[in-house]
């Protein structure tokens, strides 16, 4: 009996013939093609996979709860002008699932509704200066009031006058700081010098300082700093300062 030899084209026409359908439940038919002699002959179509966000939205669903997207199609607004509203046209919704999925009740799309309509009525000036009448201190406990204007009808009051948002360091620089630490900006505002001429400085005014972390970020201690203010403080500021380092990672 003579061996017989099939192609992968000619093997992937007779599992087409055979007829394959989406195991989803969806009826939609599975084009076998050649590749799939070798990889297999996949079970769902593209994008039909079961993922777990689709199961924790239909638990959801099946609950009486309705998704930030389903709120927004039904109100008619952005997804974003609707979560700039919590807190504001409605109470923070509950969060569920690993993906902290916000749950709405039918409750609360009433409410946002009813904000939504009684808004649409008041002008933008007028809108502002209804807010502004009303304190609002920054967050920063500098005692400056924030100043609303017609942008944050849309875009929602800032909690924090321009300028006085929190640093959020990483968690690198956080770490340097607890062990009584200072990054290169710190001690270079300290000394009201730049980064730059600090950095020129280094193995001048003072040892070359410890690098930590995957950045390679320099740390420097209160001695350092000393050093670093008398030898200032000896041959002042405007004398000509060593050359540059050569160009390495930022610190």
């Known amino acids: 009996m003579k061996p017989t030899f099939q192609t992968a084209i000619e093997w992937a026409q007779l599992e087409n ?26 079970r769902y179509r593209t994008g039909h996979h079961p993922n777990r966000m689709t199961k ?22 952005g997804r974003t ?14 969060r569920v699932a690993r993906r902290s999925i916000r749950v709405f009740t039918p409750e609360m799309v009433a409410k946002a509704k009813a904000w ?15 807010a502004n009448l009303k304190a609002r201190p920054c967050a920063c406990g500098c005692g400056q009031l924030i100043r609303v204007l017609p942008r944050h009808r849309s875009a929602g009051i800032p909690s924090y006058s321009r300028g006085h948002n929190p640093a959020r360091p990483s968690k690198e620089v956080k770490a340097i700081r607890e062990a009584g630490g200072m990054t290169t900006h710190q001690v270079a505002r300290m000394l009201g010098i730049g980064r730059s001429t600090l950095l020129r400085l280094e193995g001048v005014a003072y040892e070359k300082a410890r690098r930590v972390a995957r950045r390679g970020i320099r740390v420097f ?27 390495g990672r930022k610190g």
């Open 81 to 94: 002008t609707l979560l700039r509203l919590e807190g504001v046209a409605y109470e923070k919704p509950k």
């Open 221 to 247: 201690t209160p001695e350092m700093v000393a050093k670093l203010r008398a030898w200032l403080a000896a041959r002042g500021k405007g004398l000509p300062l060593p050359a540059a380092p050569s160009p």
């Open 56 to 77: 924790e939205v239909k638990a959801i669903r099946d609950g009486g709860g309705l998704t930030s997207h389903q709120v927004a199609q039904l109100l008619g607004i």
């Open 17 to 42: 013939a055979r007829g394959y359908h989406c195991a989803c439940g969806c009826g939609a038919s599975i084009k076998v093609a050649a590749c799939h002699r070798y990889k297999g002959i996949p």
């Open 116 to 130: 939504l309509a009684d808004t649409s009525q008041v002008t933008s000036d007028e809108w502002v200066r209804q």
